[in-house]
Each structure stands twice: as structure tokens, then as C-alpha cells.
């Protein structure tokens, strides 16, 4: 492919890349131990969480910011950033549309999301998701800013004594499930940002799956980040009981913003014996500009524990914005016979920079896991596999098969590959492939000699490589994240 | 009338002059035959009619139904009905070959300002050409050509030539490597497509393939140029002597 075609088709704007000027009712910038406290405060947090939320700032306070990762950033000013900011439409529930801040209308519109789904997202009292068919489609629990505005299907859901809402709200009405798991499978002390958000966590998800129950629906989250200069800490919780299934949808876009937005996101998956979680997830932070100003910093700490017998967690995710993402969705794998999977596409244009990958821990007997990443890389992207399979002495007759592709499209980007593996056992099997290809001229000049434009010609390339992984996740979500790709490619060729 | 009048092309690869002053017309209806050692430059030729890049035109005329081909870019030549089938088609991993044809065709017919077809209409289609080539219906749903025999990937390129009925087929060598029911089947796609208002541009190494579709015109291209033409006795001629003669001929001229 000629640079003038790599041009053509890489260059795009981010579409979505607005501003929605909702009041906020922020707290004023700065981080120490009062801004924590107020943030406990305004949201009635019981006394056990305020004291997790100061043992972990205390604890962030003698870290520093972990420099290993092949990404390149000016330093983040911590003092510089908001630390709680809530829409103020939370107060008053709206009673329908017409009560709805116009501009959070306009906001929905943009990001396109279905008719019959803005009334559900934007809280009206009494709407639903999903046009009513009963326990079909998707429910949906949107993040606006940090705080839930909207939780929907929670009837049908709690029949089945299924529980999903928002964090704060979990920490009302469920203390105890919280209080149990809460920083079980990432600790307050697992990391820099781990730390960080422990310490300021401002609202995220909540699930749990009651034992032998099978979720019927796809749960989902949507997020944004929008009041200026204020990061963003979710948290994220979801348990799955003794053989329960649940299916889990995150996706997020945010507007357009020059200032770097500090993104440092939690989130924790705990199987019980036979249970079986699938966390998909499409990302689509604002990426920065062509010149590589502004775009969200990215940094999150994604694990799973498969703590019982034949559990399985699975992470599908879809990465393509962001200027710079720092994530490994890891699996550790407890249960005898339990399964961990990684499917990722992971897609870096302009100045963009992701270091991502995964870590499949083998500790129960026979565990299985299996890695497959994609990694894209156009103008001067520059795209990072980081992976590690480790496979403990007790974990006899474990096995790991591990793939990593990379495509490169134009001279100035940039793929590299980092697997680390430590076996610990003779009965275990660990198979690693890496490819890297470049966007060959052979296949494009093949599909345009059959009438298929050259944009068109790229995409479905571009979404024959990333196959394996688009098919693992949800039929919708498949949809979204190949228009995804094609938008964040295009004027990429040319 | 005209199909394909190429007058005088030079045309460059990599720098490097491999058409040199060719001269060709293609009348509507007819079938030619392009012969030649190997490096002559008929995949060139090949190339460089269906507008691949790097494959540049330093002089000359080619004119394809009155138009001028060479201002066209490559989709826009396909949609105007000229169909390459490669000597070496390349896999596509992860695009399935089903979808693949119908992004094809419904591109084509768009370009022509035709509807789309749905997929009802694309699969009588599909069903319809799949009983004149005779490809293993499997290969559809299998990605573009990955992990295809050398057999298969020829098939299906007949097989796709037939579903976009084009106006000017160019066949590069794809005899070559056929066992002989693989053979029938290419000679029953171009023959099908036989018709006053289409033509064919075979190239091949084998008068054997010529058996089956019997050629108007045979040319002999040499050191990029058409050095000799005749009927289809020229192709049995080659095959008893070889191109020495030829070579030598040219080379007293
Ligand atoms: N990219 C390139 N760079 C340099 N030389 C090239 C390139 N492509 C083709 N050539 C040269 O052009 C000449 C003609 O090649 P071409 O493939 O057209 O021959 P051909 O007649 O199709 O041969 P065959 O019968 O073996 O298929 C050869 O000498 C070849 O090496
Ligand atoms: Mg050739």
C-alpha cells in the first residue's frame, strides 16, 4: 500500500467529538485525604468504605507511576484534576422525554443510540430499554460522568435475583456482597492506578448473579466522559455464583476535549465453581488529534478470578481510541479445570499508543487458556502486545495457546510483541504464534480488480484479520465494533 | 466493433521497460490467444490493462469500448465489465468468499446504476453459476482462496468470472496446473460467455487448452511485443517447435 493511500484512508475525524455544557456539580481540583472524605460524603458512603478509600490513598501516596510500558506521556499532574463531578439532573428524576436536558438528548443522538433507548439511558421514571419484548435485548446501566443516570430492567432482573446497578447504589442496598468481594481479585495495593482509583472511585457497575441462574440478557454499560478536567474512576464489580452465566457489554465514546483526560478504571470478575462470565468490551476514547494533541490516557487495571472448579472468563475487547491505553484484562485461573480467554483487537492510528495485552495465571490442575490478539497499526501508531502466561507448579496438565498477529499499515507505525512465560511444570503445554503483515498490495489490487472500492477494499481486510476476535463477541456489539474500525481507518488509505 | 484496440504501449515495471511497443485489437465476440516464453511480459500486459500499481504506461494508446482505459483506475475498469483471472490468486484470511462476491457484484451493479441485489436474488444467482462451473458449493463459505488447492483457486476464479459477466475476460495461465475435468470446466465458463457483445484475452502456455475454446486470433508475444499472429494452427505450430524459430525470425528482422 503507497502512503498516499495510507493518507486517504487514516485521516478522519473523531466523530464524536463534542461537548455536552451540563452543569456539573464538581469538587474543586486536588487530591488529598479532605477531597476524599468529601467524596464519601456525598455519597452516604457507610464508614467501612471510607476507611478502604483512605488505606488506599495512603498506600498510593508511596508509589510512583509505573514506567515500564512502551508509551511515552507528559507527566500527570494529580492536583491538577477533579476528582467527583454528577450531573445535576440526578436530582430530580424526569417524568418523561420532554423533561430531559435537551442537551443530553443531543448527546444520545450523536453517539447513536436507538430511539427507544434515550428514554431508559436519560432516567425517565418508568421507561425501558429494548422496546418492552419482555427479557430481551439489552439493559442498560449508563455512566454519565461518574454517577449512574439510569438503571433499567432491574425488575425483570431482580426476579431473578439477579443485581445489577450502580455502584453507589450497590453499596445501599447490597453492603454485604460489596463489602465481601469488593478489591478481593484486585487490591488496593495491586498497582499505581489500582491504588488511585481505590481511593477515589467515583461510581461504576455492580452484578451479581445468583447461583444456577443464566443471565437473559446482555448487561450493559455505556460510558462518557464529559465535564472538563475531571478523570474519571470507575469501578466495576460483577460476580458470578456457583454455575450462574452472565454476559457483560461495555462500551464508551467520549468528546472531543485538547487537555489530556486521565482515565484509570477498575474492574473485577469473580466465577464460582461452573460459573461462566463473558466481559466484552468496544473503547472509543477520544484519541486526540492528527497532530497527537489531546485524547483520554487510558489506564486500567481489568481482572478475573476463576475462583471455583470448570469456571470460565472470557475478555473480548475492541480498543481503538484513546491516545494512550495502558490495560491488561488478566485471568486468574484458581479452579481445577477452569478456562480464561483473551480475544483483542487493538487498533493505534496517528499519535495514538496502546500497550496492552493480558495475564493468564495457572494455578488450578488442568486450567486452559487461550490468547488471541490483534493488533493495527496506521499513521504513527504505535501498538504493544504485552503478554504473560504463567503456569504455577501445582497447576499439573495446564495449557495456554497464544496468538498475535500485527498489521501494518504505512511506513511510519510501529508493532512490537512482548510474551513473557514462566512454566513451573513439566505436564504443561504452551504454544505462542506471533505474525506481523503489512496490508498487502496483492490482496488490495485483488479485491478493487472485482469492482470493490479501495476503502472498502481495506476495511474488509482490515476485518478479515480481525475475524477471530470479532466473532466472539455479541452480534450487535460485532456490528458497532466493524463500523468502529471502518471509522477510525478511514482516509487510512488511499 | 472494438473491445480492445492497445496501439503502440510501452509500459515500465519497477523502472524497468517491459512492454515495448505492443499493438493488439480485440473485436467484440472474438476470442484471442496470447502465447510467449516465459518473461515475455503477458502478465504484465495483464496487470497493466486492469490497472495494477507500479504498472505504468510511458507511451501508447489503449482503448477499451471507445473509452480510454488508461484514464479509468482500476474499480472503475472492473465495473466497466474487464475481469482479470489471476495467475496466482492471492488468500484473503478472515473475508469470506460468499460475502466477498456480493460486496463484488453489488459494487459493479451500483457503478452501472443498477439495484443492488439482496440476498434472495444473490443466492439464485450464486446457484445458477454454481451448476455451470461446478465448484464445491464448501468453498463459498470458506475465506477468499485460503488454504484453496491450486485447482480451487482457479475454479473459483471462473466461478467468479461468471457470476460478474464481464465484457472482457483476461485468463492469465489459468490452465495451468489443471487436471483435465478442471480444464472442461474453464473452457465451459469462457465458451458460456461466449456472445457477439463480450471477448476473451487467453493467455496460456498449452495449445491443449485451445482444443476447448477455439481462439479467432493466436499472438505470439515476444520481448514485449506481438511478434507474430495467426489462426489457431499457429498454436499447434508452437507447440511441435517451440519459440527459437520465432525469436530468430524477429531477431533477422
Ligand atoms: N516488480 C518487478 N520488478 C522487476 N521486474 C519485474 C517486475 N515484475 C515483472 N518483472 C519482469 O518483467 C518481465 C515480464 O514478466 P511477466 O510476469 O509479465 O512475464 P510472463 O510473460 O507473464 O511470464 P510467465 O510465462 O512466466 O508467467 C520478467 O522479466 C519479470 O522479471
Ligand atoms: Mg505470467
Known amino acids: ?494 | 466493433m472494438s473491445m480492445l484496440k492497445i496501439e503502440n504501449l510501452h509500459a515500465t515495471v519497477a523502472g524497468k521497460e517491459i512492454l515495448k511497443g505492443l499493438d493488439l485489437e480485440v473485436k467484440a465476440g472474438e476470442v484471442h490467444a496470447i502465447m510467449g516464453p516465459n518473461g515475455s511480459g503477458k502478465s504484465t500486459l495483464s496487470y497493466l490493462l486492469s490497472g495494477r500499481d507500479g504498472y505504468e504506461a510511458t507511451a501508447g494508446r489503449v482503448s477499451y469500448q471507445g473509452k480510454d482505459l488508461l484514464a479509468m483506475n482500476t474499480e472503475e475498469r472492473a465495473a466497466e465489465g474487464l475481469f482479470l483471472a489471476f495467475q496466482y490468486p492471492v488468500a484473503i484470511p478472515g473475508v469470506n468468499n460468499m460475502y466477498f462476491l456480493k460486496a463484488a457484484v453489488n459494487a459493479q451493479r451500483k457503478h452501472r446504476g443498477q439495484p443492488e441485489l439482496d440476498a434472495v436474488e444473490f443466492m439464485a444467482l450464486v446457484d445458477e453459476k454454481l451448476r455451470l462451473v461446478d465448484l464445491k458449493r464448501e468453498l463459498l463459505s470458506r475465506a477468499v482462496n485460503d488454504g484453496f488447492s491450486g485447482g480451487e483457486k482457479k475454479r473459483n476464479e471462473i466461478f467468479q468470472m461468471a457470476m460478474l459477466e464481464p465484457k472482457l475476460a483476461i485468463l492469465d495461465e489459468t490452465d495451468s496446473g489443471l487436471d483435465i475435468d478442471a480444464l472442461k470446466a474453464v473452457a465451459d465458463g469462457v465458451n458460456a460467455l461466449r456472445s457477439p457483445e463480450r471477448s476473451s484475452l487467453v493467455i496460456t502456455h498449452y495449445q491443449r487448452l485451445l482444443d476447448y475454446i477455439v481462439p479467432d486470433r493466436v499472438h505470439v508475444l515476444v520481448g514485449g511485443r506481438i511478434v507474430k499472429s495467426g489462426d489457431k494452427s499457429l498454436a499447434l505450430e508452437l507447440e511441435e517447435r517451440g519459440y527459437g524459430w520465432i525469436e530468430k525470425e524477429v531477431g533477422a528482422v
Open chain 1, 1 to 494: 500500500m503507497s502512503n498516499e493511500q495510507i493518507e486517504r484512508v487514516t485521516k478522519k475525524e473523531y466523530e464524536w467529538g463534542f461537548v455536552t455544557p451540563i452543569d456539573s456539580d464538581i469538587i474543586p481540583k486536588g487530591l488529598n485525604e479532605e477531597v476524599i472524605r468529601m467524596i464519601s460524603t456525598k455519597k452516604q458512603e457507610p464508614d467501612w468504605l471510607l476507611d478502604y478509600r483512605l488505606k488506599a490513598f495512603r498506600h498510593w501516596l508511596g508509589l510512583t507511576e509505573p514506567v515500564w510500558p512502551k508509551v511515552h506521556y507528559p507527566p500527570v499532574d494529580f492536583q491538577e484534576i477533579s476528582y467527583y463531578a454528577a450531573p445535576k439532573t440526578d436530582k430530580d428524576r424526569p417524568k418523561s422525554l420532554d423533561e430531559v436536558d435537551p442537551e443530553l438528548l443531543a448527546t444520545y443522538e450523536k453517539l447513536g443510540i436507538p430511539l427507544h433507548e434515550r428514554a431508559a439511558l436519560a432516567g425517565v421514571v418508568g421507561a425501558e430499554s429494548g422496546g418492552g419484548e419482555g427479557l430481551s435485548g439489552i439493559a442498560v446501566d449508563a455512566v454519565f460522568d461518574s454517577v449512574s443516570v439510569a438503571t433499567t430492567y432491574k425488575d425483570k432482573l431482580s426476579a431473578l435475583g439477579i443485581v445489577f446497578c450502580s455502584f453507589s447504589e450497590a453499596v445501599k442496598e447490597h453492603p454485604e456482597l460489596v463489602r465481601k468481594y469488593l478489591g478481593t481479585v484486585v487490591p488496593h495495593t495491586d498497582n499505581f492506578y489500582a491504588a488511585l482509583n481505590a481511593a477515589v472511585f467515583s461510581d461504576g457497575s455492580f452484578v451479581y448473579v445468583p447461583k444456577g441462574v443464566r443471565c437473559p440478557m446482555e448487561l450493559s454499560t455505556y460510558f462518557r466522559i464529559n465535564a472538563s478536567g475531571t478523570g474519571q474512576f470507575e469501578r466495576t464489580l460483577l460476580v458470578a455464583d456457583e454455575g450462574a452465566y452472565v454476559s457483560y457489554l461495555e462500551g464508551c465514546t467520549a468528546p472531543q476535549r485538547d487537555e489530556n483526560q486521565l482515565h484509570a478504571a477498575v474492574v473485577e470478575l469473580i466465577a464460582m465453581e461452573r460459573a461462566e462470565i463473558k466481559y466484552s468490551t468496544v473503547q472509543n476514547w477520544y484519541p486526540g488529534d492528527a497532530e497527537g494533541r489531546g485524547g483520554i490516557y487510558n489506564f486500567v487495571t481489568k481482572r478475573g478470578l476463576c475462583a471455583g472448579a470448570r469456571s470460565k472468563i472470557s475478555w473480548t475487547q475492541v480498543e481503538t481510541g484513546s491516545a494512550i491505553t495502558w490495560k491488561y484484562p488478566s485471568c486468574v485461573l484458581k479452579g481445577d479445570d477452569s478456562v480464561g480467554e483473551f480475544y483483542s483487537v487493538a487498533l493505534t492510528n496517528n499519535f495514538q499508543q496502546a500497550d496492552t495485552g493480558t495475564k493468564m495465571i495457572h494455578l488450578g490442575k488442568r486450567t486452559k487458556s487461550t490468547i488471541v490478539s490483534k493488533g493495527i497499526s496506521a499513521g504513527r501508531g504505535q501498538n504493544s502486545y504485552r503478554g504473560l502466561v504463567r503456569i504455577a507448579r501445582q497447576a499439573e496438565g495446564a495449557r495456554n495457546y497464544s496468538q498475535c498477529d500485527s498489521l501494518l499499515m504505512g511506513p511510519d507505525c510501529g508493532a512490537h510483541t512482548f510474551p513473557y512465560i514462566e512454566v513451573k511444570n513439566t505436564s504443561s503445554q504452551v504454544e505462542h504464534e506471533a505474525t506481523t503483515s503489512k496490508i498487502s498490495e496483492d490482496q488490495l489490487f485483488y479485491l478493487r480488480q472485482r469492482g470493490i472500492s479501495e476503502e472498502d477494499a481495506v476495511n474488509m481486510i482490515v476485518n478479515g484479520f480481525c475475524k477471530e476476535v470479532f466473532r466472539e463477541l455479541p452480534m450487535e456489539f460485532a456490528v458497532e465494533a466493524q463500523k468502529l474500525l471502518e471509522v477510525s481507518l478511514e482516509g487510512a488509505v488511499g
